[in-house]
């Protein structure tokens, strides 16, 4: 077992090492500086849990802090994937099971893989377990129950990430899916806006259960043995591994593509046909570009997903309970922008799916593009503009929403909005089509939730998507300088006449790019993924 699962970790670095060489330096500098920046911050969060463990006078207090904190470690592992939609690396078992190698291997490379949906959580624990080791009120022992406590949640992480996998791949129940797990976790945050701030300050500092597992890990950790503790601890291990191998064997013999191709023969006409057919109102070929682009983008289950997120997501789980959880009724500025900062959260995370990568989703199709007498400037304007429409499509959804719950929201707020989302999609096309064509990559757009993207992605998404709201600062700044509202939209209409020079510039360098680049970006385009999805 030690052998294939060294050639199949031996064969997916190999797979990464090859892509290097078309990276140029200065991007993979970039890249490597804003990730070690990243990291780097939860190292020296992790360096602070070392420090603060390794105090013997604090032992006491440990035993109620410890909890709390390794269950805001199981929470951030199962939940962050779940809200970033991105599941990290994993296991491409489509390319392995012609392989004579056991499913004992597959799954504990599965498990091992795991750790790429949190590694901060890792670096914090590691440093905790390197405080308790320093501490010499703690045994030198008791810190290695970490260890089958990690083992707990990578258990845990395997068996929700396969769960998920299939469920997601179903088209009747993927929504109903989505909007289950945006309930489940809007709970906390309503719970904590809502004016049950006392319970949750009970449940924390009250007496922790002993019967789970984070609280026994903590008590074993703390170097307190017992038979409760370790028959605890090792009995959530046991049903976690239970949980976690019994659906990897569920999603081995589990084929999406049947899936999604059920009920494919007595497909009818879409009730959507009269809006795909608007397109056709512009002269061909854009018309029919923006047609294909609307057509594929609606049936593409990971921007459904992503879109669906956007105005769920953010108005139950994020910016509702912030702006309104509370029972203060004065006015703040998210409470007066509510509406903005909730379509702010949907572009960024349609920012991916629409700007950054925008022949993604085409993959090896994309060369058509360049065979066709069809002008390159035409297919990034059909891209454009279909990406700008369904951008507004989503405003308008948001709009809705918070009219059907009776949110505050005047027509002043929603004109806002749109100014806004406008002005800022100019600037975000300007860079999605220099980085759809200097660093593509392929995507499948079947898979719901995508695996960990690359460092250069999400350098460029960390760097540009702050430098797009440059112009709307600049507007709300003068807004708040002036006290009046001629004075925002003033700054804003100037923001758009330079977002559209912005644009008009990149699109040029954009139509050199293709054309000197036209190998390159077919390759990249065409690639196909190692035996470990990355």
């Known amino acids: ?176 899916v989505v909007f289950l797990v945006v309930l489940a976790a809007a709970v906390p945050q309503m719970i904590l806006f809502r004016g049950s701030q006392t319970r949750v300050r009970q449940f924390f500092g009250g007496e922790p259960s002993a019967l789970l597992p984070w609280t026994a890990t903590a008590h074993l950790a703390l170097g307190h043995v017992s038979w409760l503790n370790v028959g605890v601890l090792l009995g959530w291990t046991l049903a976690a591994y239970i949980f976690g191998r019994s659906q990897f064997e569920r999603g081995l013999h589990f084929d999406a593509a049947e899936i999604s191709a059920r009920g494919s023969s007595t497909r009818r006409v879409s009730r959507l046909e009269w809006w795909y057919q608007l397109p056709n109102l512009l002269p061909d070929p854009l018309g029919a570009l923006i047609e294909k682009e609307l057509r594929f983008l609606s049936r593409a289950p990971r921007f459904r997903l992503v879109f669906l997120m956007g105005f769920s997501f953010g108005l139950l789980l994020i910016w509702g309970p912030l702006a309104f959880g509370s029972s203060n009724s004065s006015s703040t500025f998210l409470k007066d922008n509510y509406l903005t900062m909730v379509s702010l959260y949907a572009l960024l995370l349609l920012s991916d799916a629409l700007f950054w990568n925008c022949f993604g989703f085409d993959r090896s199709a994309a060369q058509v593009y360049f065979l066709v007498p069809v002008k390159m400037s035409t297919v990034l304007a059909a891209k454009n503009l279909a990406a700008a429409f369904l951008v507004l499509i989503e405003i308008t959804a948001i709009a809705l929403v918070c009219a059907l719950l009776r949110l505050p929201l005047t027509g002043l707020q929603v004109l806002e909005a749109f100014a806004v989302i406008c002005v800022i999609t100019l600037f975000i096309l300007a860079v999605g089509n220099m980085s759809s064509l200097y660093n593509p990559r392929a995507v499948n757009p079947v898979k719901t939730v995508k695996t960990a993207a690359s460092s250069r992605a999400s350098a460029l998404l960390m760097l540009a998507f702050p430098v797009t709201l440059a112009p709307v600062a600049l507007a709300y700044l003068a807004r708040y300088a002036f006290n009046t509202e001629w004075a925002f939209f003033a700054v804003l209409i100037f923001g758009a006449a330079l977002g559209a020079i912005v644009y008009f510039y990149s699109l040029q360098s954009a139509l050199r790019a293709a054309v000197d680049r036209r190998e390159q970006i077919i390759r990249a385009l065409s690639s196909g993924e190692g035996p470990i999805e990355n």
């Open 1 to 176: 077992m030690v052998s294939q699962t060294s050639a199949i970790v031996w064969a997916q670095w190999r797979s990464s090492w090859n892509r290097l060489p078309r990276s140029n330096a200065a991007g993979l500098i970039f890249s490597s500086g804003l990730t070690a920046i990243w990291y780097g911050g939860f190292a020296y969060v992790a360096v602070l849990a070392a420090i603060l463990l390794s105090r013997p006078t604090e032992l006491a207090a440990l035993y109620k802090l410890l909890p709390a904190a390794l269950l805001l470690c199981f929470l951030f592992w199962q939940a962050i994937p779940v809200l970033l939609t991105s599941m990290g690396a994993s296991l491409d078992l489509r390319k392995l099971l012609v392989y004579p190698i056991p499913n004992r291997a597959l799954f504990t490379i599965e498990v091992i893989l795991r750790v790429s949906t949190a590694v901060e959580m890792m670096l914090i624990l590691i440093g905790a377990a390197i405080g308790l080791f320093l501490n010499p009120a703690v045994p030198f022992w008791a810190p290695l129950w970490l260890a089958v406590f990690v083992l707990f949640i990578l258990f845990c992480s395997t068996g929700i990430r396969d769960l998920l996998a299939r469920l997601l791949a179903r088209k009747r129940i993927r929504e109903i």
